[in-house]
């Protein structure tokens, strides 16, 4: 069973994270943003402050975060290395320890098309930076999620997990040979596995979760790309300059973002959750008529769901309860 159903938000593709904020009162909220200060997470952030919350930016180099947040007064770095399990739980311990409730989590930080790497641990660097170092970070964060009292947890995703679902079978790429685009694709598929999962454990406690496809935007996300690649995407103009058509999923960064304020402020989305969004609105069920639009099956079934948590609970040592 699915909640895949759009719910009619009132915005649309062209939508901006600015238009999906306006008249939302997040002030005496505190929002956490990985990522929060490149890209799609800085236009995040700049959003969520207008409206009023206060925003901590977990960085792996604090300096160039700070430098990118300079004068948007309410944001603050610290340091965080997700693929470092030790630096995840140091930040959560904090932020737990300071009894402040996190009403809003957005987990936007990622890698994409890597060149094969590890981490410490042995798992494969995509997988372990965008899924399993956001994992360690919302369940170390749990207490202050559930002392919210109606807490979200948006979940970056992308139309990306199309290419792939989860092969729980070698989620390493220790049998088959690696691929920079398979391994990415199984990484956005578990994000949008996690936030099923994850909402379903925090619904009891006021926390629901979300993930969501973005858009297709040019960001640093793209650095391991070569010019070729890049060129084939067909996202550039004959000028170099990036084409912008929100009804083909080509995006501003503004319009980009929206998707994931929408998916952490909507009142819309009240008892709602679990859910993979895009164009700010909870995305149907693809299927071949509609061609990249909406969720792929693999990445929105409740099965594969509760195998990745129970799978990535033993990895982490680290569960809701």
């Not at 975060?65 to 965080?80: C, F, K, P, R």
């Not at 578990?190 to 629901?208: P, V, Y």
């Amino acid at each position: 069973m699915t909640q895949q159903t759009p719910i009619g938000s009132g915005f649309g593709a062209a939508s901006t994270a600015m238009e999906v904020v306006a008249g939302i009162d997040l002030s005496r909220k505190l929002a956490i943003v990985t990522g929060g200060a490149s890209g799609l997470g800085l236009e995040t952030t700049r959003a969520l402050l207008h409206a009023g919350a206060e925003v901590i930016v977990p960085a792996r180099n604090p300096e160039r975060a700070s430098a990118a947040l300079q004068g948007l007064a309410g944001a603050t770095v610290e340091l965080v290395d997700l693929a470092d399990p030790q630096s995840v739980a140091t930040f959560a311990d904090r932020i737990v320890s300071a009894g402040q409730p996190v009403s809003i989590l957005v987990n936007s930080a990622g890698i994409m098309a890597t060149p094969e790497t590890r981490d410490a641990e042995g798992h494969e660097a995509q997988f372990a930076t965008n899924h399993l170092g956001h994992f360690r970070l919302a369940l170390g964060l749990w207490p202050s999620l559930v002392a919210a009292g109606g807490a979200r947890v948006v979940s970056v995703s992308s139309r990306g997990h199309q290419i792939a679902g989860v092969d729980f079978e070698d989620i390493d790429f220790r049998i088959r040979p690696y691929d920079k685009w398979v391994a990415y694709g199984q990484s956005k598929t578990a994000n949008a596995l996690f936030a099923m999962a994850l909402d379903r454990r925090g619904r009891d406690h006021g926390i629901r979760a979300f993930s969501l496809h973005p858009g297709q935007i040019l960001t640093d996300l793209a650095r391991h790309l070569s010019a070729e690649e890049i060129a084939s995407f067909d996202a550039l103009d004959e000028a170099g300059r990036p084409i912008i058509d929100p009804a083909r999923g080509m995006k501003t960064v503004e319009q980009g973002a929206a998707t994931s304020v929408w998916c952490a402020t909507s009142p819309r989305l009240d008892g709602l959750g679990g859910v993979y969004c895009e164009d700010c609105e909870i995305a149907m069920v693809n299927n071949p008529s509609m061609g990249r639009k909406g969720v792929s099956p693999w990445a929105c079934d409740p099965d594969a769901a509760e195998r990745l948590w129970q799978l990535s609970a033993a990895w982490t040592g680290l569960d809701t309860d």
